[in-house]
T-cell receptor, first 111, second 113 residues
Framework: GENVGLHLPTLSVQEGDNSIINCAYS??????FIWYKQESGKGPQFIID?????DKRQGQRVTVLLNKTVKHLSLQIAATQPGDSAVYFC??????????FGTGTRLTIIP | KAGVTQTPRYLIKTRGQQVTLSCSPI?????VSWYQQTPGQGLQFLFE???????NKGNFPGRFSGRQFSNSRSEMNVSTLELGDSALYLC????????????FGPGTRLTVL
């Protein structure tokens, strides 16, 4: 069945350090992957996406890595700031148009 | 460009009542999807509308329904509310195609007493 999971429910990182949030998926038919950030009281905010024909994609301070062999997705945030504290979700569409979300990792940046 | 807007932001209802939530997509976006977010189940897909037609549907009972208007605005309705329907209901809009990025609104927090 369809399943998307995050490896750690919580993660604490010192301000200025890099953080890595991991996500695993089960369906090899997945062809589109997205990372969202959700701050308290707000809806999920798009961070970065990647399609299955790519292994890596970079944005501003963020990098998404896709390993299709082991069905693993990661989000790297460089030089973390207090504003990066939020819940991060990975999502994928399993090739059937609707997004399926992981359970989320709560990232806390320690000043 | 204005983002996705949802009204109301907060709502309190009692069991058995019905509720209608509204979503206005980003200008030019024609696809609207609805999600339910709870601490226990996370984000779960309800349904997606495109060109006033339901294009995709999640695994929710028939008490959950929706519609889309010609201006792409969408509403979702929940009838015969149950305590377990308490959740954050999120609307997301995208241009048109399934692979287009979805942008979320702030959500409507529904509490059923």
């Amino acid at each position: 069945g369809e399943n998307v999971g995050l490896h750690l429910p919580t993660l604490s990182v010192q301000e200025g350090d890099n953080s890595i949030i991991n996500c695993a998926y089960s369906n090899s038919a997945s062809d589109y992957f997205i990372w969202y950030k959700q701050e308290s009281g707000k809806g999920p905010q798009f961070i970065i996406d990647i399609r299955s024909n790519m292994d890596k994609r970079q944005g501003q301070r963020v990098t998404v890595l896709l390993n299709k062999t082991v069905k693993h997705l990661s989000l790297q945030i460089a030089a973390t700031q207090p504003g990066d504290s939020a819940v991060y979700f990975c999502a994928t569409n399993f090739g059937n148009e609707k997004l399926t979300f992981g359970t989320g990792t709560r990232l806390t940046i320690i000043p | 460009k204005a983002g996705v807007t949802q009204t109301p932001r907060y709502l309190i209802k009692t069991r058995g009542q019905q509720v209608t939530l509204s979503c206005s997509p980003i200008s030019g976006h024609r696809s609207v999807s609805w999600y339910q977010q709870t601490p226990g189940q996370g984000l779960q897909f309800l349904f997606e509308y495109f060109s006033e037609t339901q294009r995709n549907k999640g695994n929710f009972p028939g008490r959950f329904s929706g519609r889309q208007f010609s201006n792409s605005r969408s509403e979702m309705n929940v009838s015969t509310l149950e305590l377990g329907d308490s959740a954050l209901y999120l609307c997301a809009s995208s241009l048109a195609n399934p692979e287009d990025t979805q942008y979320f609104g702030p959500g409507t927090r529904l509490t059923v007493l």
